[in-house]
């Protein structure tokens, strides 16, 4: 059975989110999205879909996070090498975002972490299975 996945996350602004992820490599089904919605694809089954917060609260009766100042959520994706999480992470300070985390190195697995434009947080991570201890 094939699943999709949407992570729906809010943001304060729809063109500058656009910019910001279209930097970073990602592109956009424009089939799922509209002038308040974009739907970044993530890989062939992982999508993200980026609400206008106004357009995300229709889908909660809760107040949204301000994910500047809490974590609503760690979004971690894999990566093909250590250089390919580096670079993301690159691309992703040149854009506008920040790095909220320093690089770990556990020799099989190494990550770096950072903050898109509306403080959410993406974990990238590459794991060497044929390094990775028992």
Same mark, same amino acid.
């Given at each position: 059975m094939v699943t999709r996945i949407f992570?729906?996350? &809010?943001v304060r602004n729809i063109e500058a989110s656009r910019k910001f992820f279209?930097?970073?490599?990602?592109?956009?089904? &424009?089939?799922?999205?509209? &002038?308040?919605?974009?739907c970044m694809v993530i890989s062939e089954h992982i999508f993200a879909m980026l609400l206008q917060e106004a357009r995300f609260a229709?889908?909660?009766?809760?107040e949204i996070c301000n994910a500047h100042t809490h974590t609503e959520v760690?979004?971690?994706?894999?990566?093909?090498? *250590? @250089? @390919?999480? #580096?670079? +993301?992470? *690159?691309?992703?300070? @040149?854009?506008?975002g920040t790095i909220y985390a320093e690089p770990q190195d556990h020799g099989?697995?190494?990550? /770096?972490?950072f903050a898109d434009l509306d403080g959410h947080q993406w974990e990238?991570? /590459?794991? #060497? +299975?044929?390094? +990775? &201890? @028992?």
């Open positions: 992570i729906n996350l &809010p279209t930097q970073l490599g990602f592109s956009f089904n &424009p089939r799922f999205s509209s &002038p308040d919605t974009l229709q889908y909660t009766q809760k760690l979004i971690a994706l894999d990566a093909a090498s *250590r @250089e @390919e999480v #580096d670079d +993301m992470v *690159r691309k992703a300070v @040149e854009a506008g099989y697995m190494y990550g /770096h972490s990238l991570g /590459h794991l #060497d +299975m044929a390094s +990775m &201890p @028992e």
